[in-house]
């Protein structure tokens, strides 16, 4: 059972700033690729940023140098730092991770997510 379990997410006025983070737990073996999605109301899920176990990050363009994703290996933990936030930011933000897990299998495992909602 691997579980990925989101926090940090709630309501920041534009000009503040939050970190999201996301932890794996469970029964795994290694963890590859982590990365954040967020879906807004009535949008699709849209990938905002990825960072490899090595630690190569790659962002969506409109994000880049206001989002900054981040890892600790050794606590299986992935950050996603939001400064400057815009209105347009709200939305579920989504952790997800290839995972190998006890199975040896590796499989994209998603958390609940976690509500960000920017606003004055």
């Known amino acids: 059972q691997v579980q990925l379990v989101e926090s940090g997410g709630g309501l920041v006025q534009p000009g503040g700033s939050l970190r999201l983070s996301c932890v794996a737990s469970?029964?795994?073996?290694?963890?590859?690729?982590m990365a954040w999605y967020r879906q807004a109301p009535g949008k699709q899920r849209d990938l905002v940023a990825r960072?490899?176990?090595?630690?190569?990050?790659n962002y969506k363009d409109s994000v880049k140098g206001r989002f900054t994703i981040s890892r600790d290996n050794a606590k299986n933990t992935v950050y996603l730092q939001m400064d400057t936030p815009e209105p347009g930011y709200t939305a579920v933000y989504y952790c997800?991770?290839?995972?190998?897990?006890?199975?040896?299998?590796?499989?994209?495992?998603w958390g609940q997510g976690t509500q960000v909602t920017v606003s004055s």
């Open positions: 997800n991770a290839d995972i190998r897990n006890s199975e040896y299998r590796i499989i994209g495992y």
């Open positions: 469970g029964s795994f073996v290694s963890i590859y690729n």
């Open positions: 960072i490899t176990r090595g630690g190569v990050t």
